[in-house]
C-alpha cells in the first residue's frame, strides 16, 4: 500500500517555506525522499533510519516519526530551483524490503 | 555513461504486441526494480529482483513479467500490450543493506499502446 503524502500541491513565492508530510499504515524501517524535475527522472534527497532522526543539508530537512510512521520534508527559504514533485518511498524492513512511492506532492516556486 | 540505462526511451506500440523493455546498471548493485509512473499516480512498483533467482512480484504485476540475466540486467515484457499500459516506465536499482539505500534511476521509458 502506498504511503500517503500531503498536500498533493503547493505553490509558494521565492523564500517562502514549505512542509511536505507522509504517512504510512504500515510500520517503517526507514523513510527515502526523492525529487523528480518534469520529463527526468527521480533523484535522491535523503534517507531516515528508524531511529526518530531528522536530517538536512542546505535548506531541505526532513524528520523521522516511526512510532507515528510519519516522515515529513521541511524546505526553509524556498528558490526557484526546490521546484519539482517530491516523493517520499517507504521501507517496512525485512530481508526482502522494497521501496513503495507515494503519489507524489507538486511544488511550484514563483519568483 | 549513465549508471541505469534504459532502453529504448521512446516506444509506440500497437495493442496486442509483445514489448521488451530493457535495463542494465553499472553500480554493481543487487537490487533492480521496476516502476510504472502515470500522472497523478506517483511510482508503482511492477517486480523488484534481489538477486538472479530471486524475483518479487509488485503492486501491480498482472500483465507484466520480468527477467534477471545477470546481475546487472533486468527486463520488463508486455506479453500483450493493452492501452491502459501506457506510461512512463522506471527502473532502479539499490544496494542491499537492511535500512536501504539510495535508489539510482534510469532515465525512463515513454510507452504508448495504441
Known amino acids: 500500500q502506498q504511503p500517503v503524502q500531503s498536500p498533493q500541491a503547493v505553490i509558494l513565492r521565492e523564500g517562502e517555506d514549505a512542509v511536505i508530510n507522509c504517512s504510512s499504515s504500515?510500520?517503517?524501517?526507514?523513510v527515502h525522499w526523492y525529487r523528480q524535475k518534469h520529463g527526468e527522472a527521480p533523484v535522491f534527497l535523503m534517507i531516515?533510519?528508524?531511529?526518530?532522526e531528522q536530517k538536512g543539508h542546505d535548506k531541505i530537512s526532513a524528520s523521522f516519526n516511526e512510532k507515528k510512521q510519519q516522515s515529513s520534508l521541511y524546505l526553509t527559504a524556498s528558490q526557484l530551483s526546490y521546484s519539482g514533485t517530491y516523493f517520499c518511498a517507504a521501507n517496512s524492513g525485512g530481508s526482502n524490503y522494497k521501496l513503495t512511492f507515494g503519489k507524489g506532492t507538486l511544488l511550484t516556486v514563483n519568483p | 555513461d549513465a549508471d541505469v540505462t534504459q532502453t529504448p526511451r521512446n516506444r509506440i506500440t500497437k495493442t496486442g504486441k509483445r514489448i521488451m523493455l530493457e535495463c542494465s546498471q553499472t553500480?554493481?548493485?543487487?537490487?533492480m526494480y521496476w516502476y510504472r509512473q502515470d500522472p497523478g499516480l506517483g511510482l508503482r512498483l511492477i517486480y523488484y529482483s534481489f538477486d538472479v533467482k530471486d524475483i518479487n512480484k509488485g503492486e501491480i504485476s498482472d500483465g507484466y513479467s520480468v527477467s534477471r540475466q545477470a546481475q546487472a540486467k533486468f527486463s520488463l515484457s508486455l506479453e500483450s500490450a493493452i492501452p491502459n499500459q501506457t506510461a512512463l516506465y522506471f527502473c532502479?536499482?539499490?544496494?542491499?543493506?537492511?535500512?536501504?539505500?539510495?535508489?539510482?534511476f534510469g532515465q525512463g521509458t515513454r510507452l504508448t499502446v495504441v
Open positions: 531516515l533510519l528508524k531511529g526518530g
Open positions: 532502479a536499482t539499490s544496494d542491499s543493506l537492511q535500512g536501504g539505500t539510495e535508489a539510482f
Open positions: 504500515k510500520a517503517l524501517y526507514s
Open positions: 553500480k554493481g548493485h543487487d537490487r
